[in-house]
C-alpha cells in the first residue's frame, strides 16, 4: 500500500513562493495518477492539478500559470511549485494517488496572509 507525507506548508504573505512536496513510499502498483488537492475552510476538497503516469499534466484554472506540479523519481515525491500566492489560495492541501481509488496524505495547511 503506498503512503504519502505532505510537506512544506506554512503562512506566506500575499505574492510570495511555497512548494509543497508529497514523499511517497511504499508499493506503487498501478497508481497511474499523482495530484494535490485542496480544501478551503468550510468548503469542499476541490482538485488543484494532477499528473499522470503517462505524463499528461493539468491545472484547475484558478492556478493556471502560477503553480507547476513535477514528479521527481529521484527523491520519490510529488511536487507543488506555488507563485504568486493569494489569500484565497488559503487551504489544507492534500496529496492524493490514484488507483481505482485515491490515497491521500494527511494534508497540510497554506495561509496567505498579510
Known amino acids: 500500500q503506498v503512503q504519502l507525507v505532505e510537506s512544506g506548508g506554512g503562512l506566506v504573505q500575499p505574492g510570495g513562493s511555497l512548494n509543497l512536496s508529497c514523499a511517497v513510499s511504499g508499493t506503487e502498483d498501478g497508481i497511474y495518477l499523482w495530484g494535490w488537492y485542496r480544501q478551503p475552510p468550510g468548503r469542499d476538497r476541490t482538485l488543484v492539478a494532477y499528473i499522470m503516469t503517462s505524463g499528461v499534466i493539468q491545472y484547475a484554472d484558478f492556478v493556471k500559470g502560477r503553480f507547476t506540479i513535477s514528479r521527481d523519481n529521484a527523491k520519490n515525491t510529488v511536487d507543488l511549485q506555488m507563485n504568486d500566492l493569494k489569500p484565497e489560495d488559503t487551504a489544507v492541501y492534500y496529496c492524493?494517488?490514484?488507483?481505482?481509488?485515491?490515497?491521500w496524505g494527511q494534508g497540510i495547511q497554506v495561509t496567505v496572509s498579510s
Open positions: 492524493a494517488a490514484v488507483h481505482g481509488r485515491f490515497t
